[in-house]
């Protein structure tokens, strides 16, 4: 079993900054791209950033130069710095990790989070 868990969110004014973090534990072989996506109430959920094994990184072009993705290898975490947020950056929060585990044949599948919501005040 893998199991993704988040923490960090919250409520803050325009302006401010927060920090998610995600942690993958269980029987992990591999683990290739972390990533975070967000999902608005009425919306479909849309890649904000994401980190690969070699720590090439991609962002939405709503984030860029506002949000930074980081990801530490020893200890299977993802996390997201988000400054000068927006009330357009309310959303639920989720983590995704695309890896294998120890369990044959070892394919890689995505895993996600439980979500952490994050809403920014005007």
């Known amino acids: 079993q893998v199991q993704l868990v988040e923490s960090g969110g919250g409520l803050v004014q325009a302006g401010g900054s927060l920090r998610l973090s995600c942690a993958a534990s269980?029987?992990?072989?591999?683990?290739?791209?972390m990533a975070w996506y967000r999902q608005a109430p009425g919306k479909q959920r849309e890649l904000v950033a994401s980190?690969?094994?070699?720590?090439?990184?991609n962002y939405a072009d709503s984030v860029k130069g506002r949000f930074t993705i980081s990801r530490d290898y020893a200890k299977n975490t993802v996390s997201l710095q988000m400054n000068s947020l927006k009330p357009e950056d309310t959303a639920a929060y989720y983590c995704?990790?695309?890896?294998?585990?120890?369990?044959?044949?070892?394919?890689?599948?995505?895993?996600w989070g439980q979500g952490t919501q994050v809403t920014v005040s005007s």
């Open positions: 980190i690969t094994s070699g720590g090439s990184t």
């Open positions: 995704n990790a695309e890896l294998q585990t120890w369990t044959p044949p070892r394919i890689r599948r995505n895993y």
């Open positions: 269980g029987s992990i072989f591999s683990i290739n791209a």
